[in-house]
């Protein structure tokens, strides 16, 4: 079965400085891979998607992410953070074939503070 | 632009009550999804529907059962509610499988 793993629970930057969420997913095929933020009290909202083509891809609010087969990840990044990017934030990987097609599977989550 | 409303917000329970959540999409998704979520644990599916009229098991359906009677709301209910099962509930749609998923703003149920 699909399995992702967000191996930094939490992770504190000071505003301005970069930023990389790291994510590991365990599938036997190239995945649909996810990255969303949840804000406090509210839903997940989707940062960028990867289906295929090119690995290195944009997404709203400044951020992007790489798909890497090579070593199974789908790491976050942004140049600049933002005290608003202050959230917990998931990777999710998504079956396109067999018996789990279309279900996600989400890591347990990265939570980010920002340090003025 | 309402998108997946998920009523109530809050709600709690005792132990052994029943209830429902329903959830409501306005985007003519076919797919829709129930979700909880628990402390250091990430999103964990507990039931889906590829459409009208159909439901099928996630990872962790059981003490859940759910509904899907017309294309634009996905119902999940508690038969007899246990501590267990405080949590905050999320629903999603989507347009097709794995194409990005739509979430409502949670229901947080809490069970004494």
């Known amino acids: 079965a699909q399995s992702v793993t967000q191996p930094d629970i939490h992770i504190t930057v000071s505003e301005g400085a970069s930023l990389e969420l790291r994510c590991n997913y365990s599938?036997?095929?190239?995945?649909?891979l996810f990255w969303y933020v949840q804000s406090p009290g509210q839903g997940l909202q989707l940062l960028l998607k990867?289906?295929?083509?090119?690995?290195l891809v944009q997404g709203i609010k400044g951020f992007e992410a790489e798909f890497k087969r090579s070593q199974s990840s789908f790491n976050l990044r942004k140049p600049s953070v933002h005290w608003s990017d202050a959230a917990e934030y998931f990777c999710?990987?998504?079956?396109?074939?067999?018996?789990?097609?279309?279900?996600?599977?989400f890591g347990r989550g990265t939570q980010l503070t920002v340090w003025p | 632009n309402a998108g997946v409303t998920q009523t109530p917000k809050f709600r709690v329970l005792k132990t052994g009550q029943s209830m429902t959540l329903l959830c409501a999409q306005d985007?003519?998704?076919?797919?829709m999804y129930w979700y909880r979520q628990d402390p250091g644990m990430g999103l964990r599916l507990i039931h889906y529907?590829?459409?009208?009229?159909?439901?099928a098991k996630g990872e962790v359906p059981d003490g859940y059962n759910v509904s899907r009677l017309k294309k634009q709301n996905f119902l999940l209910g508690l038969e007899s509610a246990a501590p267990s099962q405080t949590s905050v509930y999320f629903c999603a749609s989507s347009q097709g499988l794995n194409q990005p998923q739509h979430f409502g703003d949670g229901t947080r149920l809490s069970i004494l």
């Open positions: 999710a990987v998504g079956a396109n074939r067999g018996s789990t097609l279309g279900r996600l599977y």
């Open positions: 529907s590829v459409g009208e009229g159909t439901t």
């Open positions: 599938y036997g095929a190239t995945p649909y």
């Open positions: 985007m003519n998704h076919e797919y």
């Open positions: 990867y289906f295929s083509g090119d690995t």
